[in-house]
């Protein structure tokens, strides 16, 4: 156990002094505590499995001391809280009196919010931001948003505000995929345009290196195709909704891979305008069962786990969220007039 990296860290600074493979190291380190509390207490799996790098990364680069963190994914700051001096108390998770399972203000000066996940972070960060800016404090913001919470009307308010900053303004869009299940709206879909895009992108440049190897025609056929793409790029490129409200787009990126996080949030630390970094992560990472099923191991409640085998311990007493849809369900039953809508 005196070998455990975690062991070692009692706040962000200590991250700075670790070399990647230390990081690395502590990266499956701070997996297996998840796992090992969560299967005990209950909470949120296999979303914080996978946000674990670039959670390591943001607190490397950054100084969130003084710095500006929002979460928009509250539900996936238990990695966030293991790295700002709460490790030695995380086996109390979601138990009364112990650790809160989302951000929590009075809980550490690393939470500067409640939160949970109402695609607040970006609006949130941009008023911190010009207060900043109104007070001449030289303080660096960073909203970190899930591709369920940024289909919120909430959140796109942020990020058309957000776009006339003059100063630096990152926001992290954690793209799993998925959010908690499938995801409703038009922007939503838009969204899915980004996962077939980086396949295009690897295509094109496998394309654009081998056409000009082809004898007498390779060549102009390579330039008649940039020319295409120059012209329609504009009005097709997904990212565009981003850049058209005053943002630079970077990604997507890998959310594994730990030194080119660090690298690209090293480069993007201090760009004086606002910036969104997107970052493709797995839910589930490190944890063959729960990125098999990370639907069913998102907030899967107590777990006991014999090998590859896992068994969801059922409580005796009914949880909140099973006692609001069966009252919700009678209600719709009785009145046809009321219907169910779901915000992400």
């Not at 860290?9 to 670790?18: F, N, V």
């Not at 009196?97 to 949130?124: M, N, Q």
């Not at 990370?294 to 409580?315: I, N, W």
């Amino acid at each position: 156990m005196g070998d455990r990296v975690l062991d070692t860290i009692r706040s962000p600074e200590d991250l700075r002094q670790l070399s990647l493979e230390q990081l690395s190291q502590l990266a499956e380190e701070i997996r297996s505590r998840i796992i090992e509390v969560v299967c005990k207490r209950g909470g949120h799996l296999a979303s914080n499995l996978g946000v674990v790098e670039l959670t390591l990364a943001l607190h490397r680069v950054f100084d969130f001391s003084r710095d500006r963190l929002l979460w928009d994914v509250g539900h996936q700051a238990y990695v966030h809280k293991l790295v700002t001096g709460r490790n030695a108390a995380f086996d109390s998770l979601r138990q009364a009196g112990g650790i809160c399972g989302f951000p929590c203000a009075a809980e550490s000066e690393y939470d500067l919010f409640d939160v949970g996940h109402a695609g607040t972070a970006i609006a949130t960060a941009v008023g911190m931001a010009r207060a900043d800016a109104l007070l001449g404090r030289d303080v660096r913001a960073v909203a970190l948003v899930g591709d369920a919470s940024i289909v919120n009307g909430t959140a796109f308010e942020g990020l058309n505000q957000a776009g006339t900053l003059k100063r630096q303004f990152l926001v992290v869009l954690n793209d799993n995929s998925m959010g908690i299940s499938k995801t409703q709206g038009a922007l939503a879909k838009y969204l899915a345009r980004f996962r077939v895009s980086s396949l295009y992108e690897e295509v094109k440049s496998q394309v654009s290196a081998a056409l000009p190897k082809v004898p007498l025609v390779g060549q102009s056929v390579k330039d008649a195709l940039e020319y295409l793409k120059d012209s329609i790029k504009a009005s097709v490129s997904p990212y565009q909704i981003f850049e058209q409200v005053g943002f630079k787009y970077v990604g997507p990126v890998d959310g594994h891979d730990l030194k080119h996080l660090l690298d690209i949030l090293q480069l993007l630390k201090d760009v004086p305008h606002p910036v969104l970094l997107h970052v493709h992560t797995t839910k589930g990472r490190g944890c063959t069962w729960a990125s098999k099923d990370p639907c069913a191991f998102h907030s899967p409640g107590k777990l006991e786990v014999d090998g590859d085998s896992v068994t969801v311990v059922k409580s005796e007493r009914k949880s909140w969220t099973a006692a609001f849809a069966e009252a919700l369900k009678q209600v719709i039953s009785e009145d046809q007039r009321v219907h169910a809508l779901t915000s992400a």
